[in-house]
């Protein structure tokens, strides 16, 4: 794969994909590990109303995509006898995306069984539905993920190859939705350099990567003792990044409470230090509704008064991501037009 490749933030791919799903153009997807390609494909075909077909063609075998050889009723010849995700995509009624996930992992025979559906959208007798969209992903050579290249007849197949590039912005928005907890969201905005530092290796650890860290959110969420919280974080993360967070946890541990914050605006201690004030704007932002955010935004001026106001920005917008009935509201309305609220929005 080359490595030239002009990239793309999550973001510009939900874009991109939001446009050419629709209009029935097949892309190809390139990425590092855990840069979160699959869940991106997966919230496009669910924002275009549009049902999914999953494939692994890394465990495929070339008849998946072509059909198996059947004999004919009268024994001297035969045809090909679509089964499984052909024989589904081919029933397809309504718009539907035929994801090929890993295609470059795959054996050259599988990848070739796959080019006269991606170009001619037919193979033997048989003619996919104007409603079928291919979309494919794969890693990259350079990821050591047993990525040994896609056939050139292959790529040329795709209307457009385009590379997922890491954003933390992007992640962050993924995240609120997703409900990651406040604690890893916080720390990743307090060491950014840590949403994504793959590292290939044959031994059995992971690296940090937006999918590792959605891991560590669900583990997070499970309450697990505090003794094991390293072992878990660890092994989703490796040691180096599950040092960081453990201590940053602690110090978030030690925080004021976001209730007495809540409950006295006017006098809540304001932190000093960088990574305890993201982790207080993250986690403020995290139970903002409608009801309080008039206390939320009280903070946020105290916030921008005593020189911290891209951290009052911070908890603001978020909020307004997490629960956007918040828009409503006088406070956020008072917020939009302040000045505040034009640093915020660029004006």
């Known amino acids: 794969m080359a490595t030239d490749s002009v990239t793309v933030r999550p973001g510009q791919l939900s874009e991109l994909l939001s446009r050419l799903i629709p209009a029935r153009e097949p892309v190809l997807i390139t990425g590092a590990p855990g840069s979160g390609k699959t ?18 063609p890394v465990v495929s075998d070339p008849t998946d995509a072509k059909g198996l050889p059947w004999l004919d ?39 070739a069984s796959f080019m006269q559906l991606i170009l001619a959208r037919r193979v033997n007798d048989h003619i ?27 790529k040329s197949r795709f209307a457009t190859i385009v590379e997922l590039s890491v954003n933390l912005a992007d992640w962050c928005n993924w995240a609120f939705t997703a409900k990651v907890p406040a604690e890893v969201i916080a720390f990743l905005r307090f060491r ?7 590292e290939a290796t044959s031994d059995l650890t992971n690296s940090p990567s937006p999918r590792t860290w ?16 390293f072992a ?36 809540a201690v304001i932190p000093e230090e960088p990574s305890a004030l993201f982790a207080v704007s993250t986690a403020l932002a995290s139970r903002a509704n409608d009801n309080n955010f008039d206390r939320v935004y009280e903070y946020c001026k105290r916030l921008e008064n005593t020189g911290k106001a891209e951290f009052a920005i911070l908890t603001l ?31």
């Open 73 to 111: 009723k009268g024994g001297d010849s035969a045809t090909f006898l679509p089964f499984g995700d052909l024989a589904r995509a081919l029933k397809a009624n309504r718009p539907t995306v035929w994801f090929l996930d890993d295609l470059g992992q795959a054996p050259p025979a599988v990848q």
């Open 39 to 56: 869940e991106i494909v997966h919230q496009a075909a669910v924002f275009t109303r549009t049902d999914m077909i999953l494939s692994h």
């Open 128 to 154: 996919l539905p104007d409603c079928v969209t291919f979309v494919a992903a794969t890693n990259r050579r350079s990821d050591r993920a047993g990525v040994s290249g896609i056939l050139e007849p292959v």
């Open 317 to 347: 917008l978020d909020s307004h991501r997490r629960t956007p009935s918040v828009a409503n509201t006088t406070s956020f309305i008072q917020f939009a037009s302040s000045d505040l609220g034009k640093l915020a929005y660029g004006e």
């Open 214 to 229: 959605a891991a560590v959110g669900r583990l997070l969420n499970l309450r697990i003792p505090e003794e094991l919280e």
């Open 192 to 198: 950014e350099e840590l949403l994504h530092k793959f």
């Open 232 to 267: 878990a974080f660890a092994g989703a993360v490796g040691q180096g990044a599950a040092v960081e967070f453990v201590a940053f946890l602690k110090m978030f541990r030690q925080l004021p409470s976001i209730d007495s914050i809540l409950l006295n605006p006017h006098q």
